[in-house]
DNA sequence: GTAAAAAGGCAACATAGTTGCAAAATATTC
DNA sequence: GAATATTTTGCAACTATGTTGCCTTTTTAC
């Protein structure tokens, strides 16, 4: 990777944190880092892992939340009762999250990914239900692991 | 209610637990008394708060897993990160659960619905991914708190 | 560069979940 | 229905996860 690319990435990462209000500080570009070098979901243990020798693990909870409020990263609901955060397209903002594309979790790898292409279906509810917000999480074999089982 | 009715649920209850291999006991029949009195979903803590006087939360812990083993309730992903148990249909057995329907979690009452009517639907995968579970949470208003918001 | 504001680190705490083991309850056998 | 084998329970201790208050350090704004 040159030089330039890593300049890049770390002006991206000033660029997006200024745009959200937050000050630049060398936690939440260690972390936004992490999400940007890989293409799937971290659970809060993955980035405690990667970014705890470094950083308080209450910095890293503070982070995450600072992140989930001002719509950069979103949560993905999991079976398995582990918090899972995926960074967000760029129509997220602060409070709001845009988040109708389904997540699938593979049962071999266990990576989630974001599938920004695949839109939740509309659901029709019983009468009386009032649906607000879709969560559609898939469970399955992913790309990668397919024929490697 | 009369002394028929109770009956009628503990003779149930006793027959659902050794269908499944389980021996009848006090903290087994109160825990799934909860789940058949309500008709709703419940969380660990609901469960604990409501059994938790009379037996350790160990026993409350091992007691739901062994009734998810045994394919008696099946857990429900929640974005609060706080797992949810609800009875499963009789067509769940010992390991192999079906549990295609929609679950529904109310933004204003907090209590979570099986739908057991509405089937979870196809979701067309990109090429290379496999799907063998799919898991659909709704959050909205229910049925009961819908006009007295 | 300095002052104000924000974020981080630490400690202490609260909650959630797990494990091993001895005691108690349940099931089994005769 | 009593004795034995099996299962389940409660307890204690432990790990993991998440939160809060306060003081120090870093970042930002001027």
């Known amino acids: 990777m040159s030089n330039k690319t890593i300049e890049d990435i770390e002006n991206r990462i000033a660029s997006l944190l200024k745009r959200s209000d937050l ?5 939440r570009r260690k972390i936004l880092h992490l999400f940007l070098e890989q293409p799937g979901a971290l659970a809060h243990g ?9 950083f308080d693990r209450v910095t890293v909870y503070r982070t995450l939340q600072a992140f989930v409020d001002k719509g950069i990263i979103h949560t993905i609901p999991t079976a ?18 845009h988040d109708h594309h389904v997540h699938f979790v593979c049962s071999i790898c266990n990576n989630t990914y974001c599938l920004d292409d695949v839109v939740t279906p509309e659901i029709k509810l019983p009468k009386g239900y009032h649906a607000e917000q879709v969560e559609v999480v898939v469970e399955g074999v992913c790309k990668n692991c397919k024929g490697r089982e």
């Open 23 to 27: 000050s630049v500080t060398e936690s």
């Open 80 to 97: 398995d009762n582990s918090i899972r955060y995926a960074l967000c397209k760029d129509d997220c903002s602060a409070g709001h999250h």
């Open 46 to 54: 993955d980035i405690e892992r990667k970014a705890g020798e470094k």
